[in-house]
């Protein structure tokens, strides 16, 4: 319905332009004045590209139909101009016999049916222009698209505002192109958009509307307030935090109240789990609460930023970013744990060093395996290292490299990952950009071409995976020359090494002309060199770079609050700004002048009021989604999930094969964990197998598989009978202090006086007290106050 209404609107004000009186009952809002001497060409593939296909069928878009292929919302004018008129489609001595207007009228049968209605808008649009003779007027490309309002403040819920779109082009010219745009709200539920631009709040709250036309895409921030409900009140005096000095700003232009900061025994769970991926100690806890330093707060970010578990759980985000698939690594199958392993400890040594992030990635994107080490001493390194890795099942020199070949040692079916592959991964980890759909086709959402797809994918054609025909050479020299001596060569594991080779064959030419295609970054500058990786990083890591510290620190504030302030984390695009810019240009800033420090920016969003906020909802906040007026409670990734299981129970992890006895689920490296727990615990809370080229394999909303598994799991009731409470009864603890050490244990509180009257009278009922305390604590592990982090 809105589609069809969009494109009434588009056809009505192309009609007036070209001198078509629209009868009155359909007339149309007033439209852009496209002059007739410019023609209808601007407009009119993006009005068949969205009668074709819409946002959920590129495919469609990039195959097309009997040869006819149409870019998605009209973002390649040029190549839709030559797809229109070419392959006899129109016929301008007679438009009504043209198959470009009988085939979406119906006569014609074609697999999407019925388009348009004959005698429709849509229908004389397209005989207008083949009248005209399917002229194209010049400059048709859009320099910039520019909204009016730029920032739509509504009175409230139910009021309403017009969205206006003006086109620059190429030629200088400037164009109302509201009715030929396509229009999308961030938030549905907090305003609506409707295809001639009209938008309407819904309820209180912030989003973006999104214009797209000619393949630019322009953001127009839409805000719902509510009126102060009465005894509301603002924090009193001025915030002295520059993150909360924004959101208070962004708060106050909707009239929303934030809610007061939590308690300190919420702040020390909170931030316990949400840093180290750990419940805090009983012992910790009380220690905390009769702590009268007002700045203990600050103090135990940054104890639990320094410390090991914090690098472990970072660095298992670090593996789902780079994409750590076990069944993708190389052969033998048999140590591709043991390489995840290394993988994990390579990331973990880096994050404990807190090693700045422009260096990490570095290591990642360049250098090979033998980083220039002579050959033949590095083959016989190579294969100790080898052996230790399949004694070991891990590698204990390995994280001390300055560089990651793993990454680049995978492999795609039975041969080594393409360059195309590696550059999605590569743009996705590290920019935030999903580069899939460019492809095949311009991107329908974003500036980028199959030209700008292949010239990235070009950046890593050199770098390969095998054997370079030097270590061939010394394999078999090795083997010659022991066959001479007549003794009994070493034996050789079969090596493999990352080697970047020259004039590879694997680069893509240019998708229109075939001719070769340099280089070059996204958006960026040609990449020079034998090796374009090094290129690539210097770009990548300058401060200037438009992707590179806004990516990380959208994951940042992704994983402390739940949300990015561009979500999907790794979608960045012209169609999908940050809820809040301003707050995004900051923790970026502030990321690149801190020197690429981690945990500074994690500071940064730890300390302020806005993370440490109450979860519980004032009269003005409670429809508030962003986490910016109170906190969003939210359930932990599967690993930290397992790990607070075991935290609560007071019992050693032991998740053979894939660890060591007492390791915890976040050091835990492969993606297909064979321990059963960890693969039921995974499948009910969604941890990602790494296949996908997205940060898309990951859930942090509840589903009732989660509340079943912690209700009838038979290792969760197992649990619940080892380590703490088996150690409450067997050194005699009188039932109040047990009970109150089982809610410090899984709640990270004291019991409530009604709590601790009523756990007390369980356990009192019970046959035995053992019972009775298994049973209490295993009551606590399935509340919400233990599951969620709130």
Not at 12 to 37: E, R
Not at 225 to 249: E, K, N, Q
Not at 289 to 306: Q, T, Y
Not at 518 to 537: F, M, N, S
Request: net charge positive; charged share 25%; proline share 8%.
């Amino acid at each position: 319905m809105r589609l069809r209404k969009s494109l009434r609107h588009a056809a009505a004000t192309a009609l007036l332009a070209a001198g078509i009186a629209a009868p009155p009952a359909a007339a149309a809002p007033p439209g852009p004045a496209v002059p007739a001497a410019v023609g209808l060409d601007r407009h009119i593939a993006g009005l068949l590209g969205r009668l074709g296909c819409n946002a959920g069928s590129c495919h469609g878009a990039a195959n097309g139909k009997g040869g006819l292929k149409l870019s998605l919302f009209g973002a390649d004018p040029a190549r839709d101009y030559e797809a229109l008129v070419g392959g006899g489609r129109v016929n301008p001595d007679a438009p009504e016999d043209s198959l470009l207007a009988r085939k979406p009228t119906g006569p014609v049968g074609h697999g999407g049916g019925r388009r348009i209605e004959p005698g429709s808008w849509e229908h004389r649009v397209l005989l207008r222009w083949v009248e005209q003779g399917t002229k194209r007027g010049p400059g048709t490309a859009v320099r910039r698209l520019t909204l009016t309002p730029g920032e739509v403040k509504l009175a409230g819920p139910g009021d309403k505002a017009q969205v206006r779109a003006t086109a620059e082009f190429a030629d200088g010219s400037r164009e109302d192109v509201t009715g030929f745009s396509t229009f999308r709200s961030g938030d549905e539920d907090v305003a609506g958009v409707d295809a001639a631009g009209g938008v309407r709040g819904r309820r209180p709250g912030f989003t973006t509307v999104v214009v797209g036309y000619g393949g630019t895409w322009a953001p127009a921030v839409v805000l719902v307030p509510r009126p102060v409900a009465a005894g509301v009140r603002y924090p009193d005096g001025p915030a002295d935090h520059p993150i909360d000095r924004l959101v208070r700003a962004r708060l106050r232009t909707l009239d929303v109240v934030p809610s007061p900061p939590c308690s300190d025994a919420e702040f020390l769970r909170r931030v316990t789990i949400d840093v180290s991926g750990s419940l805090p100690t009983p012992d910790e806890v009380r220690a905390f609460l009769a702590d009268p330093d007002a700045g203990k707060r600050a103090k135990k970010v940054d104890e639990l930023l320094a410390g090991p578990r914090h690098a472990a759980l970072w660095a298992t985000r670090f593996l789902d970013w780079t994409g750590c698939d076990v069944d993708a690594l190389e052969e033998p199958a048999d140590l591709r744990p043991a390489r995840a392993r290394v993988w994990h400890a390579w990331f973990r040594q880096r994050l404990a060093d807190n090693t700045p992030y422009d260096r990490v990635v570095r290591g990642v994107l360049c250098g090979t395996t033998r980083g220039g080490n002579e050959l033949a001493g590095w083959m016989d390194e190579e294969a100790d290292r080898l052996g230790t890795l399949r004694e070991r099942g891990t590698d204990p020199g390995y994280a001390g490299r300055p560089f990651l070949d793993l990454y680049w040692r995978r492999l795609d079916g039975n041969g080594p990952v393409p360059p195309e592959r590696m550059a999605e991964l590569t743009a996705a980890a590290f920019l935030g950009v999903r580069l899939q759909c460019a492809q095949c086709h311009r991107h329908p959402a974003d500036r980028w071409t199959q030209a700008d797809y292949r010239a990235f994918a070009n950046a890593f054609a050199p770098v390969r995976f095998g054997q370079s025909a030097a270590l061939r050479d010394a394999v078999v020299d090795r083997l010659e020359a022991g066959r001479v001596r007549g003794a009994a060569a070493r034996p050789l594991p079969r090596l493999g090494e990352v080697y970047v080779e020259a004039g590879t064959d694997r680069s893509l030419p240019d998708p229109v002309t075939g001719k070769a295609l340099a280089a070059r970054a996204l958006g960026g500058p040609t990449l020079g060199g034998a090796d374009p990786r090094e290129a690539l990083a210097d770009w990548m890591t300058s401060p200037r770079n438009p992707y590179f510290a806004r990516n990380l620190a959208n994951r940042v504030w992704q994983h402390y609050f739940g949300r990015g302030l561009v979500d999907p984390v790794d979608d960045f695009s012209d169609a999908r700004p940050p809820a809040v810019p301003e707050l995004l240009d900051l923790l970026a800033r502030e990321f690149v002048e801190g020197g690429y420090d981690i945990r500074r920016l994690e500071r940064l969003v730890l300390t302020s009021r806005t993370y440490q906020l109450s979860a519980a909802a004032n009269d003005t906040n409670t429809e508030d989604e962003s986490g910016l007026a109170r906190f969003r409670p939210r359930r932990p990734m599967a690993e930290v999930a397992v790990d607070l299981i075991h935290d609560a129970c007071g019992a050693e992890a032991d998740y053979a094969p894939d660890a060591p006895r007492g390791a915890r689920a976040t050091e835990v490296a492969t993606s297909r964990p064979r321990n059963p727990f960890l693969r039921r615990v995974a499948a009910a809370f969604g941890r990602p197998d790494r296949r996908q080229v997205c940060d898309c394999g990951r859930r942090s909303d509840p589903v009732l598989a989660e509340s079943l598994l912690l209700m009838t799991d038979p290792d969760v009731l197992r649990l619940t009978a080892r380590g703490r409470v088996a150690r409450l009864v067997a050194d005699g603890v009188p039932d109040t202090r047990a009970v109150e050490e089982l809610f410090l244990a899984a709640l990270s509180r004291p019991p409530g006086a009604a709590e601790l009257r009523d756990s007390l009278a369980y356990v009192a009922g019970k046959a035995d007290r053992r019972t009775g305390l298994e049973g209490l604590l295993w009551a606590l592990i399935n509340t919400r106050e233990f599951i969620l982090i709130h």
